[in-house]
Nanobody, 120 residues
Framework: QVQLVESGGGLVQPGGSLRLSCAAS????????IGWFRQAPGKEREGVSC????????LYADSVKGRFTASRDNAKNTVYLQMNSLKPEDTAVYYC?????????????WGQGTQVTVSS
């Protein structure tokens, strides 16, 4: 059974950091493009990052460049999103997703999401 389980969300003050994890089971991550997405209340879901399956390069949304870092641990079959210098506008439910294609355009599998709240 294919499953993605996110963890690591929570409440953090502006300027703080969080690391999200996404553990995969039922398949191996190394043959998939891996994306992080987020959806804030009243807004459409947006892509945050994507690790390409073709060359391993990582793309970031302009809003998080220089602050967020996506990574993958193939041995643990887990992906991470390190989020630094968090801002209130980063508040959202964060999802990981994977796709058999090279980029995170039409993910095949999604996690259940984890809430990130940035507030003082």
């Amino acid at each position: 059974q294919v499953q993605l389980v996110e963890s690591g969300g929570g409440l953090v003050q502006p300027g703080g950091s969080l690391r999200l994890s996404c553990a995969a089971s039922g398949f191996t991550l190394d043959s998939y493009a891996i994306g992080w997405f987020r959806q804030a209340p009243g807004k459409e879901r947006e892509g945050v990052s994507c690790i390409s399956s073709s060359d391993g390069s990582t793309l970031y949304a302009d809003s998080v460049k220089g602050r967020f870092t996506a990574s993958r641990d193939n041995a643990k079959n887990t992906v991470y999103l390190q989020m630094n210098s968090l801002k209130p506008e980063d508040t959202a439910v964060y999802y990981c997703a994977v796709e058999t294609g090279p980029l995170c355009e039409r993910p095949d599998y999604w996690g259940q999401g984890t809430q990130v709240t940035v507030s003082s």
